[in-house]
Nanobody
Framework: VQLQASGGGLVQAGASLRLSCAAS????????MGWFRQAPGKEREFVAA????????NYADSVKGRFTISRDNAKNAVYLQMNSLKPEDTAVYYC?????????????????WGQGTQVTVSS
């Protein structure tokens, strides 16, 4: 399984970004997909996850109401729409895939990881 995240960049506070993660080498629809992030000097943290069919999602409290995770199984892709960005959202964002049935939030439950894409939000 290969995951390729893209869409990061440098934006001002209040702006929006859409991250994409393209999957290959797998039957994409059989994986729960998640987004995590890691800021400098901090541990990696859960951001959002989505079920295999897209009908169930889970978000970190810090991004609820601002971020939306979605997926397109026909395109083998998962997305993270980020609105009303804040400086504290600055981090490297990673997409990940898990065989778990549930929409899990622990990074230890994820089996495959992408390389990350940098998001920087200036104040």
């Amino acid at each position: 399984v290969q995951l390729q995240a893209s869409g990061g960049g440098l934006v001002q506070a209040g702006a929006s970004l859409r991250l994409s993660c393209a999957a290959s080498g797998c039957t994409f629809s059989t994986y729960v997909m998640g987004w995590f992030r890691q800021a400098p000097g901090k541990e990696r943290e859960f951001v959002a996850a989505i079920s295999r069919g897209g009908g169930s999602t889970n978000y970190a409290d810090s991004v609820k109401g601002r971020f939306t995770i979605s997926r397109d199984n026909a395109k083998n892709a998962v997305y993270l729409q980020m609105n009303s960005l804040k400086p504290e959202d600055t981090a490297v964002y990673y997409c990940a895939a898990t065989w778990a049935v549930a929409v899990v939030v622990s990074d230890s439950r994820y089996d495959y990881w992408g390389q990350g894409t940098q998001v920087t939000v200036s104040s």
